[in-house]
């Protein structure tokens, strides 16, 4: 099985800035597309950000320009830096692992709170 955890979530105020980090186990992680998604009180979950092994990314139109995924492959972990951040965007983060020709997530981790005050 793939262990996935995330870190880096925190309080900001409106306007600011925070990074987000999901490290994944395993020597095959750059194999498989990773992703982020978020779900805030009484909401539903929602897709974020996505990126492929190769690099190929794909946003949610709330954060298009805003927030930017990475990988670094060789440490086994994916970042979610989030700019302009906006109270909207509070709610936990979670991190999602699956093969690259997968349709669905099989592997995620237990969220990160991400908070913004107005």
């Known amino acids: 099985q793939v262990q996935v955890v995330e870190s880096g979530g925190g309080l900001v105020q409106a306007g600011g800035s925070l990074r987000l980090s999901c490290a994944a186990s395993?020597?095959?992680?750059?194999?498989?597309?990773m992703g982020w998604f978020r779900q805030a009180p009484g909401k539903e979950r929602e897709f974020v950000a996505s990126?492929?092994?190769?690099?190929?990314?794909a946003y949610a139109h709330s954060v298009k320009g805003r927030f930017t995924i990475s990988r670094d492959n060789a440490k086994n972990t994916v970042y979610l830096q989030m700019n302009s951040l906006k109270p909207e965007d509070t709610a936990v983060y979670y991190c999602?692992?699956?093969?690259?020709?997968?349709?669905?997530?099989?592997?995620w981790g237990q969220g990160t709170q991400v908070t913004v005050s107005s």
């Open positions: 395993g020597r095959t992680f750059s194999t498989y597309a």
């Open positions: 999602a692992a699956k093969l690259a020709v997968a349709v669905n997530y099989d592997y």
């Open positions: 990126i492929s092994g190769g690099g190929n990314t």
